[in-house]
């Protein structure tokens, strides 16, 4: 008869002392929190829930385009990452990068459910250019934010998220490819190809506003 194989380790049973945390610190790291959260501890959850809701929600809102479906693909997101909140295993990156993982994989999945995109209008849209001390520079502005969210429209979906993850969430390459599933090297070519195919599109669509 065969020997029942023996259980493996996991993280979440590493002894760990969360009696002396104030939860309601803002400067207590993630990934204490973390660690009080894979034990169970549902107050630490929350804590995660509360200082990546809004990021997340921001993501997928640029990835779907709609309040109604970016809200419920949020509460799938957390809800998701509750339930394997106890698998998490940290590889150096932000915690933030497994919520992002999630959210790009359920965006991929509402994707070809609907086969369609969704533009975000342009007062919603958190693409700001600098300032200027000059109110007539405005429209200027406004015209160029329209151009570039035009032109980032108009790229493949892998290359929408790598721009929104660089320039909205602020993500490093490390966390990028951690949420994509790639090497850093590979994000690192994929950015310079997005970088080149954004130029192509800005040049078109400035010649057709000509």
């Excluded at 934010?145 to 993500?171: A, N, P």
Aim: hydrophobic letters at 35%; one cysteine or more; glycine letters at 4%.
């Amino acid at each position: 008869m065969p020997k029942p194989k023996k259980p493996l380790l996991k993280k979440s049973v590493i002894p760990f002392d969360s009696s002396n945390i104030d939860l309601a610190d803002p400067e207590i790291p993630d990934q204490q929190i973390v660690e009080m959260a894979i034990q169970g501890n549902m107050d630490a959850f929350s804590v995660l829930y509360q200082r990546n809701i809004n990021k997340i929600f921001s993501y997928i809102y640029y990835r779907t385009g709609n309040t109604h479906d970016a809200e419920d693909l949020t509460a799938r997101v957390f809800h998701r990452a509750m339930l394997h909140i106890r698998g998490y295993v940290n590889t150096g990156v932000p915690f933030s990068a497994w919520l992002y993982r999630i959210a790009h994989n359920l965006v991929a999945n509402w994707h070809r459910d609907n086969e369609r995109k969704k533009e975000v209008p342009l007062e919603d849209s958190e693409f700001k250019l600098p300032g200027s001390k000059y109110p007539e520079s405005t429209l200027v502005e406004d015209q160029d934010v329209e151009m570039l969210l035009k032109s980032i429209r108009k790229l493949s979906g892998e290359r929408q998220t790598l721009i929104i993850l660089k320039y909205v969430e602020d993500c490093s390459n490390a966390e990028i490819a951690e949420i994509m599933g790639r090497s850093e090297g590979a994000i690192k070519s994929l950015y310079h190809r997005t970088l080149l195919a954004l130029r192509y599109e800005l040049e078109k669509t400035e010649k057709n506003l000509k």
